[in-house]
């Protein structure tokens, strides 16, 4: 287990609220460094204590299980008392006790934050891939079943799902292999230790930004602004849009007045011009949804992925 301080300069806001200058913020993150909830909690955090005031955050890393090992430390061992909250991430927020009857916390033991960012899945390789383009991929899967190895974030996860939900779009068959989160799938393909990776846009950005990995597709609505050469899934026939929010919670019972202090820090987070910079050039979608809205938001997608894992189930159970 390693931690890190994200802390910034204070700068004060008017009135007083339950943080104050000088508290500390554990947050607890269910992934490896290097993946989404680190990039998430690297880009938000100094201008959250910074709105708070001189708070310190203090990110905890538990990886495994798919965050599981984290959101049941929030949910079940956590003190409702302000000190601790978490990045969580849909839909393994979910999944993992759809997915899972040995995991035992749920949703409703929460007491969700604010959602910041909804972040496009992308399917990148190594750059001097053989795979030029996602269609050679596909063809590769085809010719040859499961011999095409493509990394995910863990089972569960947005990654996973979405090869699965390819899987039945372009009826082929991919050797899925699930790692501790993004930031060690991504790093996987680079090195040319699997085929392919299926992640996220924002994770990684940097990357392909800086030539290391090239995308070869993105399971988004519309192509994306950053990576405009990049074909959707659905322009080359394959009806598969597919993402991962990831916000910040916290256990159930956290007092009002601390959420409340958190989502009015965050929505000014949100609308800094700054922010929204650092933001975009990370190709990280801030969608910003906050107290019931988000609540709301985390019970509609955990009724659309039960209705998900009951179609894909006996599938995946035989794999």
């Given at each position: ?7 910034a300069p204070a ?10 200058s000088?508290d500390?913020v554990?947050v607890?993150m269910?992934?490896?460094?290097g993946g989404?909830?680190d990039?998430l ?13 001189d708070v310190?955050f203090?990110n905890q890393y538990q ?6 090992i ?13 000190e601790?909250?978490s990045?969580?991430n849909?839909?393994m927020l979910m999944t993992n006790?759809i ?5 035992t916390?749920n949703?409703d ?6 959602n ?6 992308v399917a990148v390789?190594a750059?001097d891939?053989e795979?030029e383009?996602f269609?050679d991929?596909?063809?590769a ?8 190895t493509?990394?995910n974030?863990?089972?569960?996860g947005?990654?996973f799902f979405?090869?699965?939900l ?7 068959s991919?050797?899925k292999?699930?790692?501790?989160g993004?930031?060690?799938?991504w790093?996987a ?6 085929d ?5 846009v924002?994770?990684?950005y ?6 290391n990995l090239r995308?070869?597709v993105?399971f ?11 074909p959707t899934?659905?322009?080359?026939g ?5 993402g991962?929010?990831r916000?910040y ?6 007092p009002?007045?601390a959420r ?8 000014r987070?949100t609308?800094d011009?700054?922010?929204q910079?650092a933001?975009?050039?990370?190709a990280m979608n801030?969608?910003f ?12 997608m955990?009724e659309?992925?039960r209705?998900?894992?009951d179609s894909?189930?006996?599938q995946?159970?035989q794999?």
């Amino acid at each position: 287990m390693t931690a890190l301080v994200v802390a910034a300069p204070a700068v004060a806001q008017e009135g007083d609220g339950y943080y104050s200058s000088g508290d500390e913020v554990t947050v607890l993150m269910g992934f490896s460094p290097g993946g989404g909830s680190d990039a998430l909690a690297q880009l938000v955090q100094p201008f959250l204590a910074e709105e708070l005031g001189d708070v310190s955050f203090v990110n905890q890393y538990q990886p495994g299980a798919t965050g599981a090992i984290a959101w049941t430390q929030l949910a079940k061992q956590v003190q409702p008392d302000g000190e601790t909250i978490s990045i969580t991430n849909t839909p393994m927020l979910m999944t993992n006790y759809i997915m899972n009857d040995s995991i035992t916390y749920n949703i409703d033991e929460l007491t969700p934050i604010a959602n910041i960012v909804t972040d496009p899945g992308v399917a990148v390789v190594a750059a001097d891939s053989e795979f030029e383009t996602f269609e050679d991929l596909l063809a590769a899967a085809k010719e040859n079943p499961s011999s095409v190895t493509v990394g995910n974030s863990g089972v569960g996860g947005d990654d996973f799902f979405t090869s699965v939900l390819l899987e039945q779009a372009a009826d082929v068959s991919l050797q899925k292999v699930p790692f501790e989160g993004d930031g060690p799938s991504w790093t996987a393909a680079m090195g040319g230790k699997i085929d392919a990776s299926f992640n996220n846009v924002g994770i990684t950005y940097p990357q392909i930004r800086e030539g290391n990995l090239r995308p070869l597709v993105v399971f988004a609505e519309e192509r994306l602004e950053e990576l405009p050469d990049v074909p959707t899934a659905k322009e080359l026939g394959y009806d598969v849009v597919a993402g991962s929010s990831r916000g910040y919670s916290a256990p159930a019972g956290f007092p009002e007045e601390a959420r409340q202090q958190l989502i009015d820090a965050l929505r000014r987070v949100t609308e800094d011009p700054e922010f929204q910079e650092a933001a975009a050039s990370q190709a990280m979608n801030v969608d910003f949804i906050a107290g019931d809205d988000y609540t709301a938001m985390l019970d509609r997608m955990e009724e659309e992925f039960r209705g998900v894992w009951d179609s894909v189930k006996d599938q995946v159970q035989q794999d």
